[in-house]
């Protein structure tokens, strides 16, 4: 999963919840609820992104191609530990927690399947990092243990400066590949805008934080200022790809 630009920007000092440590913010039995999808929506992610990387080696034109992308899946299996370990210790059954979430995100992954090598690299590329961009803002409005949990899991696993090497090598060496792509980057931004749509309405808890309940300074102008900032950031990674938007 990649880091976005946007992550190098100061943000403001935390305030309420923010600026909580878990102990003290899990005494809300709604907060700690949402907590509990959250993770659970990450720890299936992580490991989904685990089982696709390892079939995409198989798809790789080159062993040293094949061997980068075992190396990405190991290291999203060892982000898919950490959740799961980590809900265990706040007292939830991990795979109850990732439960409500695999019709879903096993929905979008059937929808999205790629059709070759650099499909499925566009795809881990984009799709997964505006997936990343989507955690990344619920998590500036979550306590500090919990925040630093999630940006942890979600540091780049050296997917995105591979998958914009190689995509870019054979757009050079065939510009007709660039337009089949860009197509297949636009789908894959509406089905994963879509997909966190839906589990987000799905879950009350993960709802009413999103749009302010329990979280600090969420409202839903700032849910929509939220999907415009993923928009642009969504923008940038197709400029580097080579891509347009």
Same mark, same amino acid.
């Given at each position: 999963?990649?880091?976005?630009?946007?992550?190098?920007?100061?943000?403001?000092?935390p305030t309420g919840i923010a600026a909580q440590d878990w102990a003290t913010a899990a005494t809300e039995p709604q907060y700690r609820a949402a907590v509990v999808d959250l993770l659970g929506a990450l720890a299936y992610g992580?490991?989904?992104?685990?089982?696709?990387? *390892? #079939?995409? &080696? =198989?798809? /790789?034109?080159?062993?040293?191609?094949? *061997? #980068?992308? &075992? =190396?990405? /899946?190991?290291?999203?299996?060892?982000?898919? #530990?950490?959740?799961?370990?980590r809900l265990s210790a706040i007292g939830a059954e991990p795979t109850e927690a990732m439960e409500p979430f695999v019709a879903a995100l096993d929905g979008f992954h059937r929808q999205t399947a790629p059709s070759d090598w650099l499909e499925g690299l566009v795809k881990a590329y984009v799709g997964d990092s505006i997936a990343s961009d989507f955690y990344r803002e619920v998590a500036a409005r979550l306590d500090g243990d919990t925040r630093a949990l999630v940006l942890g899991v979600l540091d780049d696993t050296g997917h995105a400066s591979f998958a914009v090497e190689k995509v870019r090598a054979a757009i050079e060496a065939d510009p007709r590949v660039g337009g089949r792509l860009a197509l297949?980057?636009?789908?894959?931004?509406?089905?994963?805008?879509?997909?966190?749509?839906?589990?987000?309405?799905?879950?009350?808890?993960?709802?009413?934080?999103?749009?302010?309940?329990?979280?600090?300074?969420?409202?839903?102008?700032?849910v929509g200022r939220m999907f415009s900032r993923i928009t642009e950031a969504h923008t940038k990674r197709m400029a580097a790809l080579g891509l347009a938007a």
């Open positions: 999963m990649e880091t976005p630009d946007t992550a190098a920007e100061s943000a403001p000092e992580e490991l989904a992104a685990f089982e696709r990387l *390892a #079939e995409d &080696a =198989k798809l /790789a034109p080159t062993l040293g191609d094949k *061997a #980068e992308l &075992a =190396k990405m /899946a190991s290291a999203e299996f060892h982000h898919f #530990e950490r959740l799961r370990d297949w980057a636009r789908r894959l931004m509406g089905e994963a805008l879509s997909q966190s749509q839906r589990v987000v309405a799905d879950r009350d808890a993960l709802s009413t934080m999103l749009v302010g309940g329990v979280a600090d300074g969420f409202d839903l102008a700032e």
